[in-house]
């Protein structure tokens, strides 16, 4: 059975970079398939997809988020790490990261989160 | 980067039919996934691609695509079915990343 959790500081000043980690769990990184996301969510408001990394170091960002976001794999470890630059408030949420299904290859895609850990508070404040 | 579409709101009465949807065009190429989240919790999966609902969710919920609508379908509201759901669908601007719609809140009368 396949778990994730997320750890990091929960509190960061702006400008800082924030580092978070998933620990994954049931299953290897580097079997072939696998794909790991990070999704936030602001107080009260929407989901909002971060970055994607696979078994193979394909990584895919935020188009928005590009420029701040660096997504990496330690698979020996079998973590999942996440660093976001020039944190500002705007940036407080709850992080997940969640474990991707793999579609059948040749048909249509579909990115269906079914894994999720429970959610890390972050919170940029001076 | 696609953006995807959801009505802020829906309410249904206990036991009656709803259908949340979903609207894009990244939808034209690709499914979309849907998730419930209930306060302070993770989001869960409940249906996601052409017809796949994950194993412990309830057969009252299903799926539908065509052009660029996705909806969700809940047969017989519970009350316990009172969340926000989110649709997700592949970007299809080329950075082949994800993209969430902006949720609907459920409300069971």
């Known amino acids: 059975q396949i778990t994730l959790k997320e750890s990091g500081l929960t509190l960061v000043k702006p400008t800082q970079t924030l580092t978070l980690t998933c620990a994954f769990s049931?299953?290897?990184?580097?079997?072939?398939?696998?794909?790991v996301a990070w999704i936030r969510q602001p107080p009260g408001k929407a989901l909002e997809w971060l970055a994607l990394?696979?078994?193979?170091?394909?990584?895919r960002y935020s188009p928005s988020l590009k420029n701040r976001l660096t997504i990496s794999k330690d698979t020996s470890k079998n973590q999942v790490v996440l660093r976001m630059t020039n944190m500002d408030p705007v940036d407080t949420a709850t992080y997940y990261c969640?474990?991707?299904?793999?579609?059948?290859?040749?048909?249509?895609?579909?990115?269906?989160?079914?894994?999720w850990g429970q959610g890390i508070m972050v919170t940029v404040s001076s | 980067s696609s953006e995807l579409t959801q009505d802020p709101a829906v309410s249904v009465a206990l036991g009656q039919t709803v259908r949340i949807t979903c609207r894009g065009d990244?939808?034209?190429?690709?499914?979309a996934s849907w998730f419930q989240q209930k306060p302070g919790r993770a989001p869960l999966l409940v249906f996601y691609?052409?017809?796949n609902r994950p194993s412990g969710i309830p057969d009252r919920f299903s799926g539908s695509n065509s052009g660029n609508t996705a909806s969700l379908t809940i047969t017989g509201a519970q009350a316990e079915d009172e969340a926000d759901y989110y649709c997700?669908?592949?970007?299809?601007?080329?950075?082949?990343?994800?993209?969430f719609g902006g949720g609907t809140k459920l409300t069971v009368l």
């Open positions: 969640a474990h991707r299904l793999q579609y059948p290859s040749g048909t249509t895609p579909y990115d269906a989160f079914d894994i």
């Open positions: 049931g299953s290897s990184l580097s079997t072939s398939g696998v794909g």
């Open positions: 990394i696979f078994w193979d170091d394909d990584k």
């Open positions: 990244s939808l034209r190429g690709s499914y």
């Open positions: 691609g052409k017809d």
């Open positions: 997700n669908s592949r970007d299809d601007s080329g950075n082949h990343g994800v993209v």
